[in-house]
């Protein structure tokens, strides 16, 4: 688990800046790579031997050039997800009710199999009595309005090339619910300028072979157990995960920024303050490298830990 270019701050708060579903959350301004990576040109890997220090970058808002564009969108992720294309290539579906299913529902665009670029004409509060399970090739567009899941959150269950954007989970209850649950066997995902707080279990869970996910610009809070990659030491399927994780703000959740089992995780440009127990977690075969991130302790010290697991194989 490399920690390359990370600093601890302890005294200086960042300055405020807008990003997700809200505005005005304090989130760092952190020092950039510049280059040909991210929404202003291409999607290579960053590199961190060129920092951003010049004025008139700071002035650009993430995608600006593309927010007043529907489709403009698809093609901006950066790293393991970049390949997602949602609903790119579909038709437009517009939600025109908060109902939890039925016709103009959000439930009910999410089940087609077409590839479909959802967007909301309404603002408001879905409640979610089960799982919303989103199929592949689906943009689910929340920009431009003000949209939050409480009760369930959104499962990407076998699918490939999903793109969520600027939502809000608040309040999930039972067992095994997620915000954004990933398994199984899903790929080409990216996450984008979410707000997710307060669920029973994870906020976002990426386990049972799914692969090639970004999460970028989302505020995680209020909770324990925030975000989980790769699902016990039995699952060795999970070698394939691949997940990147940029520009996030993990305010005081309690742990697991992310906690990892097998898989390779790239996280650059978060800030993690006032954790629990840890903020970032590796064990079994993992591989974390951390890159150009804030970590700000409170009580708690430890900002990276090991867990020893052994490989589990399961004998039929």
């Known amino acids: 688990m490399g920690n390359h ?10 300055p405020q800046y807008n990003y997700g579903p809200y505005s005005g959350n304090s989130a760092p301004t952190i020092p950039s790579p510049i280059g040909n990576y991210g929404p202003y040109s291409g999607n290579s890997a960053p590199t961190v031997s060129n920092p951003i220090g010049n004025s008139n970058m700071g002035l650009h808002l993430p995608y600006g050039h593309v927010d007043l564009s529907l489709r403009g969108l698809a093609g901006q992720a ?18 025109t009710t908060l109902a939890d299913d039925g016709p103009g529902s959000l439930r009910d665009g999410c089940r087609r199999k077409e590839p479909l670029w959802i967007i909301f004409e309404v603002s408001g509060t879905i409640e979610l009595s089960s799982y919303l399970n ?13 949209i939050k899941f409480t009760g369930k959150g959104l499962r990407l269950k076998d699918c490939e090339h999903v793109i969520i954007c600027n939502l809000i989970f608040e309040g999930g209850r039972g067992h095994d619910i997620d915000g954004i649950q990933i398994k199984p066997n ?9 707000s997710l707080s307060d669920y029973d279990d994870g906020l976002i869970d990426i386990t049972r072979q799914s692969t090639d996910i ?20 039995s699952h060795t399927g999970d070698r394939c995960i691949r997940v990147t994780i940029h520009h996030c703000f993990f305010d005081g959740s309690r742990q697991r920024h992310p906690r990892v089992r097998f898989g390779r995780v790239h996280l650059y440009n978060n800030y ?31 900002a990276f830990k090991y867990y020893t697991e052994k490989v589990c194989v399961l004998v039929y």
């Open 78 to 95: 950066e790293g393991f997800g970049r390949c997602a294309v949602g609903g790119l290539n579909g038709a437009v579906y517009r939600v």
């Open 134 to 146: 989103v199929s592949s090739y689906k943009t689910v567009d929340g920009r431009g309005q003000r």
């Open 5 to 14: 270019h990370g600093r601890h701050h302890k005294n200086n708060r960042p």
């Open 272 to 302: 993690t303050r006032n954790w629990g127990i840890y903020a970032v977690c590796a064990s079994v075969e993992s591989q974390v490298y951390s890159q150009c991130n804030i970590y700000e302790a409170g009580q708690k010290k430890v």
């Open 186 to 194: 899903s790929k080409h995902i990216w996450i984008d300028r979410c």
């Open 214 to 233: 970004t999460i970028s610009r989302c505020h995680f809070s209020n909770h324990d157990k925030t975000m989980l990659i790769g699902a016990d030491p």
